[in-house]
C-alpha cells in the first residue's frame, strides 16, 4: 500500500522545514527505518526514516527550499503499484471554482464530506478541517501541487472571525527603508535573516513583553571552588590515556545551581495562566552560542548527576549544537536555565528568561577583588557576581532569594555538592 513522505513537524516552533539532503533517489528501493532525508529546522539537523518498505516515487521535496509542515515530498510505493492518482496532479475538483454552498442545510454536510475526500490535503489538515468545521473543497493549498496543509486550515478557520468584526486600524511597523534612509548606499550591505534569528527574536520579544522580570544580584567567593576543581581534576583517572573528566567552573556552577532548584523546590516551577506547574526533577538548560544563534540543551536531572557526568555531557551537548545535531528532546523543556558569559569577561549581567522556565542565572567572570573579613582586615578574593532573573508570576522575590542564597552556599561551600 502507496504511504506518504511528509515534511514532519520536530520542533514545537516549526511551520516550515528544508531538507538539506537526500539520501535516495527516484524509483530506490527503500526499508522500513532507513534515513530518507535530512532536514534542518531553526535550531538543529535531524534525520528523517521511511516508515514503509517499498519504492521512492514522486520525489516532489526538493533540497533547499523551505517547505510548509505536513507538505508531501514523496511517496513510497509497493512493488508493481503506481503513485496514487491524486499525487500525480491536482484532481479536477481541487483545481475548479468551488460549487456554491447547499441552500439546504441537512444535505450541506454530505456534499462537503464528498468533496473533502477528492481534495489533496495532509492528513493534518483534514484532522485539522474535521475540528474546525471547515469545508476542504473552498480552499487553496498552498503545499506542493496545491496540496492542502495544516496552516491553510488554520488560516482559513481564523478568517471567518476576523471578517466578524473590523480590526482597528494599526501604526505600521516601520519597514527597512525607514532604518536604511538614514545611512548612504555604499556604506552598508544586507544581510537576511535566518530562520534561527528569527525565531530568536520572536521568542525574547514575546519572553521580555509578557514575562514580569525580577532580578536579584550576588556576589560569590570562588577561592575554595576552584581549588577543590584543581584537586578534582588532578584525581581524574585516565581512559585511553586522557582523563576522564576535566571539570570547568561552569560545570560547576551547573551543579551548583540545580542542587539549589532541588532545595528550593517551590522556586523549580513553571507558569501556566491555568496553574502552577511543579516539577519533581530538575532539568537545567545551559546557554550556548552557535553559528547565527543560541541554543539551550539540557542536562536533564541534573540534581542527581555527578560533577564528572554533568562536564562529559555538557561538552558532548554543546559539540552537537554547534554542528546542528541536538535532537528536539534535548533541547526543549527544562526548569531553570544557566548563562554564563564570564570566559568573555563580562562582570555582570541579566538574562532574559526563555519559558516554560522560570528563572535564569546569568553568571559573570570570576576576578580578583577586595573584600572584608570577619575581623574587619581587608583581603583579597576571586570573587564572581551572578543575577536570577525570575518570573515574578512564579517566583516572588523572597523566594528568589532563598534560591540565589542556596546557590552562593553550594558555590563558597563545594565540598556540600558531593556528599
Known sequence: MASEVIMPKVDMDMATGKISKWFFSEGDEVKKGDVLFEIETDKAAMEIDAQADGTLRNVTGREGIDIPVGSLVAWIVATGEDVPDAAASPPAEAKAEPAAAPVDAPSAAPVAAKADSAVRATPLARRLARDKGVDLAGLSGSGPHGRIVGADVLAAGAAPAARSAPAPAATPAPGPDAALKHFPDESYTLQAHTGMRRTIARRLVEAKSTVPHFYLTADCRLDALLKLRTELNAAAPSVDEAPAYRLSVNDMV??????????TPDANVSWTEEQLVRHRFVDVGVAVSVPGGLITPIIRHS?????????????????????????????????????????????????????????????????????????????????????????????????????????????????????
Not at 551547573?254 to 532545595?263: F, G, H, M, S
Not at 542527581?304 to 541536538?326: V, Y
Not at 536555565?337 to 522560570?358: C, Y
Not at 528563572?359 to 573579613?373: D, S
Open 254 to 263: 551547573i551543579k551548583a545551581y540545580a542542587l539549589a532548584l532541588a532545595a
Open 303 to 419: 540534581q542527581a548527576k555527578s560533577l564528572s557526568a554533568i562536564s562529559n555531557e555538557m561538552k558532548d551537548l554543546a559539540a552537537r549544537a554547534r554542528a546542528g545535531k541536538l535532537k528536539p528532546e534535548e533541547y526543549q523543556g527544562g526548569t531553570g536555565a544557566v548563562s554564563n558569559l564570564g570566559m568573555f569577561g563580562v562582570r555582570e549581567f541579566a538574562a532574559i528568561i526563555n519559558p516554560p522556565h522560570a528563572t535564569i542565572l546569568a553568571v559573570g567572570a570570576g576576578e580578583r577583588r577586595p573584600v572584608v573579613a570577619e575581623d574587619g582586615s581587608i583581603a583579597a578574593a576571586i570573587v564572581m557576581s551572578v543575577t536570577l532573573s525570575t518570573d515574578h508570576r512564579a517566583v516572588d522575590g523572597a523566594l528568589g532569594a532563598e534560591l540565589i542564597g542556596r546557590f552562593r552556599a553550594f558555590v563558597e561551600n563545594p565540598m556540600s555538592m558531593l556528599v
